[in-house]
């Protein structure tokens, strides 16, 4: 069973500040996602990385994709309240089929 | 476009009856998966088909689970007899791309207490 650990599992925060969150792996995935959740509804997705050390930056959040494709960080510059949810990312195993393996996530507040 | 859609929204039943939850992918899509999600256990992949083939079904805790999908445009996941440890927001999501990077559309859950 692939595991993808998050941390930190929780984050309050100001108005602001910066943070990361971590996605660790001891398994190789062909691609990594991250994903937002909000209460009384589903994941939706923010971001695909597939190149090991790519990069990615969406406004306020920078995405990185580890060298060896096992982990992954998610920057958040300057949080705001509309930052708050729970972050989950999820990686892509390699081979002919999509299955993909969500980690245990990080609930964040970001606080007015 | 409509999104995933999944019904119903919530149930709450007592132990040892039949639950049925359904789920309608969009149209196109060629994967559908089904998660639960706890607070203890996150978001747990239960089953996931392509071309309405299961493909790998190891998620799915013991016998009285069971999903089916007979057409590209429905899907089902049955519990019978429920129990009270089986309450949790149960996820489908569908995606268009058979491997690597297809991105998942969720539906908004459904949410069953078992009491």
């Known amino acids: 069973t692939q595991l993808l650990e998050q941390s930190p599992q929780f984050l309050s925060i100001q108005e602001g500040e910066n943070l990361t969150v971590y996605c660790n792996s001891s398994?190789?995935?062909?691609?990594l996602q991250w994903y937002r959740q909000e209460p009384g509804e589903g994941p939706v997705l923010l971001v695909t990385?597939?190149?090991?050390?790519e990069v990615k930056k969406l406004k306020r959040l920078t995405f990185q994709f580890g060298d060896a494709r096992k982990d992954s960080s998610l920057h958040i510059t300057a949080a705001q309240p509309g930052d708050t949810g729970l972050y989950l990312c999820?990686?892509?195993?390699?081979?002919?089929?999509?299955?993909?393996?969500f980690g245990t996530g990080t609930k964040l507040q970001v606080i007015p | 476009d409509a999104g995933v859609i999944q019904s119903p929204r919530h149930e709450v039943t007592e132990m040892g009856q039949e639950v049925t939850l359904r789920c309608k992918p969009i149209?196109?899509?060629?994967?559908l998966f089904w998660y639960r999600q706890t607070m203890m256990r996150g978001l747990e992949l239960l089953i996931y088909f392509n071309n309405n083939v299961p493909i790998d079904d190891s998620g799915m805790p013991e016998d009285r689970f069971s999903a089916k999908m007979p057409n590209a445009s429905f899907s089902t996941l049955k519990i019978q007899p429920s129990e009270p440890r089986d309450s949790a927001v149960y996820f489908c999501?569908?995606?268009?791309?058979?491997?690597?990077?297809?991105?998942?559309?969720f539906g908004e859950g459904s949410r069953l207490t078992v009491l």
């Open positions: 999501a569908s995606s268009f791309e058979v491997a690597g990077t297809g991105e998942l559309f």
């Open positions: 149209s196109g899509h060629n994967s």
């Open positions: 990385v597939v190149t090991g050390g």
């Open positions: 398994s190789v995935f062909s691609s």
């Open positions: 999820a990686g892509a195993n390699p081979g002919g089929y999509q299955k993909v393996t």
